[in-house]
């Protein structure tokens, strides 16, 4: 049993996903830092200086001043503000995975195409035989 684990953990699917799951944290940290860093502020001085990631709206009456401040109180918020920065994250990181997976296409070697299937007798063939069959 120790032998099969060994060689599922050893195949090259399993050892390109951990790749994989180890570089997309690294590459999340990335857009989370140009959402946050770059892309909220620009949308922040449009809106007239509002920290974006903290714009929310309180259900539950309380007026805090900060979301920070709601979070620590318990109010019930809707933290449109952190949803948006999540959606824009996740067409960021959408667009370069297709991106890459484009670049990675055109760099793979085509597959050689399978040969075509040998012709076989056309319908008018097969009409003309059916035809002479029946003639005999």
């Given at each position: 049993m120790i032998q099969e684990f060994k060689a599922f953990l050893?195949?090259?699917n399993v050892m390109d996903l951990a790749v994989g799951i180890i570089i997309g944290a690294a590459f999340t940290a990335i857009v989370n830092s140009?959402?946050?860093?770059?892309?909220?502020?620009i949308i922040?001085?449009?809106?007239?200086?509002i920290n974006f990631s903290d714009m929310f709206l309180d259900l539950s009456g309380t007026n805090p001043a900060?979301?920070?401040?709601?979070?620590?109180?318990?109010?019930?918020?809707?933290?449109?503000?952190?949803?948006?920065t999540a959606v824009i994250n996740f067409v960021i990181i959408?667009?370069?995975?297709?991106?890459?997976?484009?670049?990675?296409?055109k760099l793979m070697p085509?597959?050689?195409e399978a040969p075509a299937a040998p012709a076989g007798p056309s319908e008018v063939d097969l009409l003309k035989d059916i035809l002479a069959a029946l003639k005999k």
């Open positions: 050893m195949k090259g140009l959402v946050g860093d770059l892309i909220n502020p922040g001085l449009i809106l007239g200086g900060s979301l920070a401040a709601a979070k620590e109180t318990g109010a019930a918020v809707f933290a449109y503000g952190a949803f948006i959408g667009w370069v995975v297709f991106m890459l997976v484009k670049a990675m296409n085509k597959k050689p």
